[in-house]
């Protein structure tokens, strides 16, 4: 185990200075200490693929850049790993986790498979990798490795990153937030907690209908609030829960499926609020529980301050689209929903139960008892 700062000075020393990435628990205290580095420069990104991206811009404008993801992810980032950096010969420092890693620590079950193939997918890709280094004499080799590639071949290079592999560190300040101009959020403070939310929607729930959460704590509090068999805890996919619901409600016309979302899982995939408003299924409510950042994953910021999720919303075809700030006021919202697609969106505060426990069920058993739900109860 190495720390951080380790790392990514070796790398400044080499001319690293642009990151960007989206959060994993394992990246945590890197993310942290390049925010906190003044002469570094973090972009956070909505997903993988975007990363690698602006990586390969800020490569291609003359600075050496690092993109960093989950290997859950990684799939996001095969089309631009094999379209741009390999077709533009551009050169960047690619650091990905090993979740699920076969010989590890137990993990969760939407890592099993990646963490089989991740290293093979780099090397279908033609990219070369070895492990992040976990002890400090490593740090340079592993650096002048990669840059040997990376100026002889001109493309990218990766590290794979272990559990344990970097020393843990939290953020101390803040990260910056930026609003529109004109500012077109209402940033006053969030009173209410993801729990409470969470409870006002089960309550709004009737018997037949399904609520959808998508991956992380959201999935989590649900359970932990009170676990039912018409709702599935959708684990990894981040940002596919509405195109989950949108399947479900169009297999389901005559059952109402509300869809829990989170700000950064949306962000990622925002295009999918414009299918969802151009199918317009009558029987879906889309709920939006945003609290500003990647909690499940470290911590960082998301964008969403400077969001009007509302306004997309409506711009993207949703016939209904309302803020809510209070359970009250969440419990109505969706009760109220009369055959028309619906938004509602929900700041919420960070932060999660103590002792918050995982599901005991497993996602085949989630899937096989909601089947059995849908037959009970159609």
Same mark, same amino acid.
């Given at each position: ?20 990435? *989206? ?34 811009? =800020? $490569?291609?404008? /003359? ?11 990684? /799939?996001?980032?095969?089309?631009? %790993? ?15 986790? @090993?979740?699920?890693? &076969? ?13 089989k193939i991740t290293t093979d997918m780099l090397e279908l890709m ?15 080799? *592993?650096?002048?490795?990669? %840059?040997?590639?990376? !100026? ?16 843990p560190s939290n953020l101390h300040g803040d990260f910056p937030v ?5 500012? @077109?959020?209402? @940033? ?12 006002? *929607? ?25 676990d039912r068999p018409g709702q599935v805890y959708i684990v990894g =996919?981040? /940002?596919?829960? $509405?195109?989950? /619901? ?6 389901? #016309?005559?059952?109402?499926?509300? *869809?829990? !979302? ?51 919303? $409506? ?31 929900? #700041?919420?505060? +960070?932060?999660?139960?103590?002792? @918050? +426990?995982? &599901?005991?069920?497993? #996602?085949?058993?989630?899937? $096989? ?10």
């Amino acid at each position: 185990m190495i720390d951080a700062k380790i790392f990514i000075d070796k790398c400044k020393e080499h001319g690293f200075d642009t990151y960007s990435g *989206v959060p994993c628990s394992y990246l945590k205290p890197f993310i942290n200490h390049v925010i906190e580095t003044p002469d570094l420069r973090y972009i956070g990104a909505a997903n993988e693929g975007e990363a690698v991206a602006i990586a390969a811009g =800020s $490569s291609l404008g /003359g600075r050496r850049a690092i993109a960093m993801c989950q290997n859950s992810g990684l /799939g996001n980032a095969v089309n631009p %790993l094999t379209s741009l950096t390999y077709t533009f010969r551009i050169p960047i420092l690619l650091i990905t986790t @090993l979740r699920g890693q &076969p010989d590890g620590p137990a993990d969760e079950p939407q890592h099993e498979l990646m963490g089989k193939i991740t290293t093979d997918m780099l090397e279908l890709m033609q990219i070369p990798w070895e492990y992040f280094p976990t002890e400090a004499d490593q740090v340079g080799q *592993v650096i002048q490795r990669a %840059l040997a590639h990376q !100026d002889t071949e001109g493309r990218p290079y990766a590290l794979v990153m272990r559990k344990g592999s970097v020393a843990p560190s939290n953020l101390h300040g803040d990260f910056p937030v930026r609003t529109c101009t004109p500012s @077109l959020v209402e @940033l006053a403070t969030p009173a209410v907690t993801r729990h409470d939310m969470l409870k006002a *929607v089960q309550a709004a729930a009737s018997d037949t209908d399904v609520i959808v959460a998508t991956t992380g704590y959201t999935g989590r509090e649900l359970y932990a609030c009170d676990d039912r068999p018409g709702q599935v805890y959708i684990v990894g =996919s981040m /940002g596919c829960a $509405s195109s989950f /619901g949108l399947g479900l409600a169009a297999a389901q #016309p005559n059952r109402r499926i509300i *869809v829990i !979302d989170g700000d950064g899982a949306a962000l990622m995939r925002l295009g999918a609020l414009c299918t969802l408003g151009y199918e317009r299924p009558p029987n879906l409510v889309h709920v939006l529980l945003d609290n500003g950042i990647h909690e499940s994953t470290g911590g960082q910021m998301t964008v969403s301050r400077s969001v009007n999720f509302c306004s997309i919303a $409506s711009a993207s075809g949703y016939p209904r689209a309302v803020s809510v700030s209070s359970p009250d006021e969440m419990q109505h919202a969706i009760e109220s929903v009369s055959g028309e697609l619906t938004f509602v969106h929900a #700041p919420i505060k +960070p932060g999660i139960p103590d002792n @918050l +426990p995982r &599901p005991s069920i497993k #996602p085949p058993e989630v899937a $096989s008892r909601l089947r059995a739900f849908l037959q009970k109860t159609r």
